[in-house]
């Protein structure tokens, strides 16, 4: 089945700068490329998603691109703000769900240094 | 319009007890999925749901765990003989449909812990 290996675990980083977190997945079928949010006590938001037929996908200050080559992908976010503040975990599918589910990294955890 | 929603937020229960879990997926999605997220863990994909039917059972833990759906809404996951390694939020997340690449929305979970 699919793994996804998602780097750095924690990431520090000052209000204001630039913040990037990488995923590498195993399966190259996989063709949904999602990106979730979480704070403390609540669940899983995506904030961000890629299908395999696009290189790279902006929102404001959070870019993700793919490298279907390399089966990697990576999440970009500029200008932090401490709201940014919180677990990024990425995930990757086949079909966006159905019988295989996503498949998650394990997370990073963005700190945001005033 | 209303999120997933499931209940309940918190429950501790003791070893070898039962517990259900409940959701309420976003109303007219048809697919709903379960997962399971242990501490300083990713997100464990336990099973899915079309409509009412589950095709495939196998990412379940253990014969301990089943679920089901009724009326293409609502979810209860069932936890029987608890045990400690059981203890992880549980969060369930619905969908439009399963045909395509489709955003799953997260509902908020249930922290179980097993004593």
Redesign the interface.
């Known amino acids: 089945g699919e793994n996804?290996e998602?780097h750095p675990s924690t990431l520090s980083v000052q209000e204001g700068d630039s913040a990037v977190i990488k995923c590498t997945y195993s399966d190259s079928a996989s063709?949904?490329f999602?990106w979730?949010k979480q704070e403390l006590?609540?669940?899983?938001?995506?904030i961000i998603?890629i299908?395999s037929n696009v290189g790279e996908k902006k929102d404001q200050r959070i870019a993700v691109t793919l490298n279907k080559t390399a089966k990697h992908f990576s999440l970009h976010i500029t200008e932090t703000q401490p709201e940014d503040s919180a677990v990024y975990?990425c995930?990757a599918?086949i079909?966006?769900?159905?019988?295989?589910?996503?498949?998650?990294?394990?997370?990073t955890h963005l700190i945001i240094q005033p | 319009g209303a999120g997933?929603s499931q209940s309940p937020s918190n429950k501790v229960t003791e070893k070898g007890k039962d517990v259900e879990l409940r959701c309420d997926p976003i109303s007219g999605h048809t697919?709903l999925?379960w997962?399971r997220q242990s501490l300083?863990?990713?997100?464990?994909?336990?099973i899915?749901f079309?409509g009412n039917s589950a095709?495939?059972k196998s990412?379940l833990p253990s014969d301990r765990f089943s679920a089901e759906r009724t009326g293409g809404s609502v979810s209860t996951l069932t936890i029987q003989r608890t045990q400690q390694e059981d203890s992880a939020v549980y969060?369930c997340?619905s969908?439009l449909d399963?045909t395509?690449?489709?955003?799953?929305?997260?509902?908020?979970?249930t922290r179980l812990l097993v004593l």
Do not use: C, M
């Open positions: 996804v998602q063709n949904y999602p979730y006590g609540k669940g899983p938001q995506l998603d299908r975990f995930a599918s079909f966006g769900g159905g019988a295989d589910g996503l498949t998650f990294g394990k997370g | 997933v697919a999925y997962y300083g863990q990713g997100l464990e994909f336990l899915y079309q095709p495939d990412g969060l997340a969908s399963f395509g690449q489709e955003t799953q929305y997260f509902g908020p979970g």
